[in-house]
């Protein structure tokens, strides 16, 4: 019998969902389970973009530019720029969700054996992305006692061998929420400017930032222009996960050209994804507004409820919809599996994320979890209890833990 490929192999399941059957099981046992392990907003989705494809003209649904349509690329430079990023509609692929633009970018910057630092924790799926394209990721250490601020930048530089082709960021973070300032940004690219590096940088939070704080965009950096690649997705942005679409941006022709190429090979974009984003970029600011203060709302009600827990510390994020939390536990990946299988309170259970599956060793994030505060406040309220009468409980509880 033939094995599959190293590379195959190489794929690690996804610490969001591996853990989907045994919530299966407890739903089917009867418990209700607050999911906290998935970026799944409950926020409506526009009825601009739901009207655009229920009242659909086409007559025939057919392929679209490789790139994505001309109309939808050129709405996505007017939103660009008003948002301060000068952009020609040229400058953008249409992707099959962040996901595809990621891949892209890795493989059309990258070579098999190249290596591509990041800030850890990260996005767990770079993982599966950067196996797929053949590629390390060298990961430099953030922590949660500084509340995963970014390392400092000697570090990354120190991380450059002679196989670094690119640094990645993730802005404002998942799966902490950490948002990167423009001073940051700054001796990034300053990093690869010195270097001669790529600058991946996914952007699909750019939204959610908190506190007064500001998004500032790695296609604002100067001296790199030729460098940078931007990643985004309407998944978030207008709670429109399901659509699976998302843009790769770049000034740099080369980069265009290749992720050019990858997209013919899978002919297009959907047709219909497309009908409801390109409607979706014409809701007005106050949509944003709205959006915002709902989640400023759920980050301070599940941060304040999860540091009222014995033992449990949480970071106050200023972006995206995440924290990354230390749990009184020998092994948070026991512990979520414990919890759908072993526990409920008053005919509930929470689902989490095990962080061991954002660390590139897994036993740095042992005792962690990513949460999303998705949820209404309520939910938020009751998943926290849930969560301390479950820690109360766990066999694998530690009494006394440091950050």
């Known amino acids: 019998m033939p094995h599959i490929s190293q590379r195959g192999q190489n794929i690690a399941p996804s610490p969001i969902r591996k853990l989907v059957p045994f919530a299966e099981g407890a739903k089917r046992r009867g418990i209700k389970v607050y999911h906290l392990n998935i970026g799944q907003p409950d926020i409506r989705t526009p009825q601009v973009a739901v009207d655009a494809v229920r009242n659909i003209h086409e007559k025939v649904f057919e392929y679209t530019h490789s790139a994505g349509r001309e109309s939808y ?3 996505l430079a007017e939103y660009y720029r008003r948002t301060g990023i000068e952009v020609g509609f040229e400058e953008i692929i249409v992707t099959d ?57 000697r570090s990354l530089e120190e991380a450059i061998t002679p196989r670094t082709k690119a640094i990645l960021l993730c802005n404002p973070n998942n799966p902490t929420g950490y948002l990167y300032n423009r001073e940051e940004l700054d ?46 997705s309407v998944s978030k942005r207008y709670s429109m996960c399901g659509v699976r679409l998302g843009c790769l941006v770049t000034r740099n022709r080369e980069i265009l050209d290749g992720a050019l190429r990858m997209a013919q090979a899978r002919l297009s974009p959907p047709l219909l994804a497309q009908i409801a984003a390109e409607a979706a970029v014409d809701v007005p600011p106050s949509y944003f507004q709205e959006v915002n203060t709902e989640y400023l709302r759920r980050r301070n009600c599940l941060v304040e409820a999860l540091n009222r827990i014995e033992g449990v510390y949480c970071p106050m994020p200023k972006g995206a919809f ?18 759908l299988e072993d ?34 406040n309520d939910d938020l309220l009751e998943a926290a209890r849930c969560l301390a009468e479950g820690l109360k409980l766990y066999p694998g509880r530690l009494r006394k833990t440091a950050l």
């Open 73 to 75: 690329r050129k709405k």
């Open 187 to 232: 001796a990034i690219a300053r990093i690869v400017e010195r270097h001669g590096l790529f600058l991946i940088c996914d952007e699909v939070y750019r939204e959610f930032c908190y506190d007064g704080a500001v998004h500032y965009s790695s296609m604002n950096l100067t001296g790199i222009e030729q460098n940078v690649v931007m990643v985004d």
């Open 322 to 339: 995440y924290v990354t939390v230390k749990l009184p536990v020998d092994d948070a990946d026991k512990f979520a599996r414990w919890m």
């Open 97 to 153: 969700g962040g996901s595809e633009a990621l891949q892209m970018a890795m493989t059309v910057c990258m070579d098999s054996g190249d290596e591509i630092i990041t800030p850890e924790p990260y996005y767990a799926n770079y993982n599966g992305f950067a196996a797929e394209a053949g590629v390390a990721i060298v990961p430099v250490r953030s922590r949660i006692d500084d509340d995963f601020a970014l390392p400092p930048v």
């Open 343 to 376: 526990f409920s309170h008053e005919g509930a259970t929470v689902m989490i994320a095990p962080a061991s599956g954002f660390y590139s060793n897994p036993d740095a994030g042992r005792d962690q979890a990513r949460l999303a505060y998705v949820l209404k």
